[in-house]
């Protein structure tokens, strides 16, 4: 699966918010609120993706809300639900030693500590204490992504992440 390693998904359009145009946002930065101070975002949906600007963003009850240029009506809005946002990875900071952007870890080849290849990186999910690689290959496999523990060595250089799994065990 090739992507563009350039352009970074950090949300994701959720719905309408009110009749004015404002939109639902599910943020994937952490903090949330951390969404808003990327600009330009990118609107990005199977076909194309466009540039957009971010006119105010707030926290609204469990989430956020925000109002993008020429989107000034809910049917506008409605038509927006679904879409990825991305950002430049130019506008984020270097990830701290031992930190990783999860657009980096997908598609990287994983192993046992004794070389046994299991699959690739195919997507990662929260899930509570530690995050979930999902690897697929030969079987399917939920390895949680906690380093020193289940995560032997991540290596960006070589695409691979080696792990202390057995890789017999079930996982579904």
């Known amino acids: 699966m090739e992507q563009n390693k350039s352009a970074v998904l950090v949300g994701k359009i959720t719905g309408a918010y009110g009749v004015k145009g404002w939109l639902k946002v599910s943020s994937f930065t952490e903090p949330p609120e951390n969404i808003f101070g990327y600009k330009p975002w990118q609107l990005r949906s199977r076909d194309s993706t466009r540039k957009v600007e971010l006119l105010a963003g707030k926290t609204h009850s469990k989430g956020l809300v925000v109002q993008l240029d020429g989107v000034d ?43 046994r290849q299991l699959g690739y990186v195919d997507h990662l999910m929260e899930a509570g204490a530690a995050d979930v690689m999902v690897v697929t290959g030969d079987e399917r496999h939920l390895i949680p992504f906690v380093l020193d523990d289940t995560v032997l060595s991540v290596d960006l250089a070589t695409g691979c992440i080696r792990v202390n799994w057995d890789a017999d065990r079930q996982d579904d």
Do not use: C, F, N
């Open 73 to 115: 009506d809910r049917d506008k809005a409605e038509r927006l639900k679904g879409m990825e946002i991305v950002v430049e990875r130019s506008q984020l900071p270097t990830p701290a030693e031992g930190h990783y952007y999860w657009t980096d870890l997908e598609g990287l080849q994983v192993e046992t500590g004794d070389g």
